[in-house]
Nanobody, 127 residues
Framework: QVQLVESGGGLVQAGGSLRLSCAAS????????MGWFRQAPGKEREFVAG????????YYADSVKGRFTISRDNAKNSMYLQMNSLNPEATAVYYC????????????????????WGRGTQVTVSS
């Protein structure tokens, strides 16, 4: 099991940027897939972005394509989410997740494919 700790959330005005970080307790290279999910008040948890190791590619929800960038630094046991052009709809708790099992790329947005989760970091975008 890997411990995941998110950081970097906060309050930002619409149009601004934030960079979220996820620190892992073990080598992120050991995680087949890592991802970001978010949950807004009264809504279900939704996929934001995922990245598969060893050149497996990065994948995004349609709502964030072109504005968010996911990356992982295996040397630092970390994953990041650069969020640009934020809008109030992005207000949510953002969770880092890691999956240890191989998966088909089309399943990267499935929460049940992830084994470990962080506690989340709040992102609030004001209009």
């Amino acid at each position: 099991q890997v411990q995941l700790v998110e950081s970097g959330g906060g309050l930002v005005q619409a149009g601004g940027s934030l960079r979220l970080s996820c620190a892992a307790s073990r080598r992120t290279f050991d995680s087949y897939v890592m991802g970001w999910f978010r949950q807004a008040p009264g809504k279900e948890r939704e996929f934001v972005a995922g990245i598969i190791r060893s050149g497996g590619g990065a994948y995004y929800a349609d709502s964030v394509k072109g504005r968010f960038t996911i990356s992982r630094d295996n040397a630092k046991n970390s994953m990041y989410l650069q969020m640009n052009s934020l809008n109030p709809e992005a207000t949510a708790v953002y969770y880092c997740a890691a999956g240890n099992r191989p998966l088909y790329y089309r399943d990267v947005d499935r929460p049940y494919k992830y084994d470990d989760w962080g506690r989340g970091t709040q992102v609030t975008v004001s209009s």
